[in-house]
């Protein structure tokens, strides 16, 4: 069975010594689960310093962001290939990187390839606005978005990828997208790799939801099929929360397991 993957993006918030009160405070409520993969993804920051006091039998990293180039004269940027060996994961396409930054789906497509390229596995977000839902153009714009970040990938390499449908307009609303919107996007989702690449790496992607996690939805959300974890906003930065999301999230998968 694929390990469920918990990722807390903690976005711009907290300065270094916040972060590592965070940590601790998560170490200390959160156990070591073989069925339950749990990822920090903190500012750039303080990813340096994080990553010499975190458990790492208990998490792994990831950077929020980062540039398409390997080097050069580009003041300020951060590349995958500075980040190799530091994070495991890269987020990327990220709705507030498309809003406020004008990351467009080639910027996408461009930052997934240098991630794979430097053994950093890309977690892409996908999801429509409100006014796309509206007009019925969901599945179009969620085809657009992971066909073109997937294009310069190789079925093996788009098997190892993971993709987070974050519905835009659910983000910060303080409740998540309804079962059967999920239930929707994720197959087509699904649909939309077996396409490209068959039916065998369709099914090794893992699909993450994101867009107002809070521990009470653990269970409604993980138990539709095809959902493998959480991308986390808010509530990652309330160690309780985030503790209690990663608990149920085991408890739910062991319960799968024992019934397997």
């Known amino acids: 069975m694929k390990k469920t993957l918990i990722v807390g993006n903690w976005k711009?918030?907290?300065?270094?010594?916040?972060?590592?009160?965070?940590?601790?405070?998560?170490?200390?409520?959160?156990?070591?689960?073989?069925?339950?993969?749990?990822?920090?993804?903190?500012?750039?920051?303080?990813?340096?310093?994080?990553?010499?006091?975190?458990d790492r039998r208990k998490f792994r990293l990831a950077a929020q962001n980062a540039n398409a180039q390997d080097l050069g004269s580009l003041t300020g940027e951060v590349s995958f290939a500075m980040l190799s060996g530091l994070v495991h994961y890269g987020i990327i396409g990220h709705s507030e990187r498309r809003k406020y930054f004008a990351e467009t789906n080639k910027d996408v497509r461009a930052k997934v390839a240098a991630a794979v390229r430097n053994e950093i596995t890309p977690i892409i977000c996908v999801g429509e606005t409100r006014v796309e839902r509206t007009n019925h153009e969901t599945k179009q714009v969620v085809r657009e978005q992971v066909v073109t970040a997937l294009r310069d990938l190789t079925g093996p390499e788009a098997a190892e990828v993971v993709i987070a449908y974050e519905p835009v307009w659910a983000i910060g609303a303080g409740r998540p997208a309804s079962a059967a919107a999920i239930t929707e996007v994720v197959a087509y989702i699904r649909?939309?790799?077996?396409?490209?690449?068959?039916?065998?790496?369709?099914?090794?992607?893992?699909?993450?939801?994101?867009?107002?996690?809070?521990?009470?939805?653990?269970?409604?959300?993980l138990s539709i099929d095809g959902v493998d974890g959480f991308l986390v906003g808010g509530a990652s930065l309330n160690y309780q929360q985030f503790a209690d999301i990663v608990t149920k999230a085991h408890q739910l998968a062991a319960a799968k397991e024992q019934h397997a």
Request: hydrophobic share 45%; proline share 5%; aromatic share 4%.
């Open 12 to 54: 711009m918030h907290l300065n270094t010594q916040q972060a590592s009160l965070l940590v601790r405070r998560l170490g200390e409520r959160v156990p070591q689960h073989r069925d339950i993969e749990t990822v920090l993804a903190p500012s750039m920051l303080t990813l340096q310093p994080i990553s010499l006091e975190v």
């Open 191 to 221: 649909l939309i790799i077996e396409g490209q690449f068959g039916k065998n790496v369709a099914d090794a992607v893992r699909i993450l939801y994101g867009g107002s996690v809070e521990p009470d939805f653990v269970a409604n959300i």
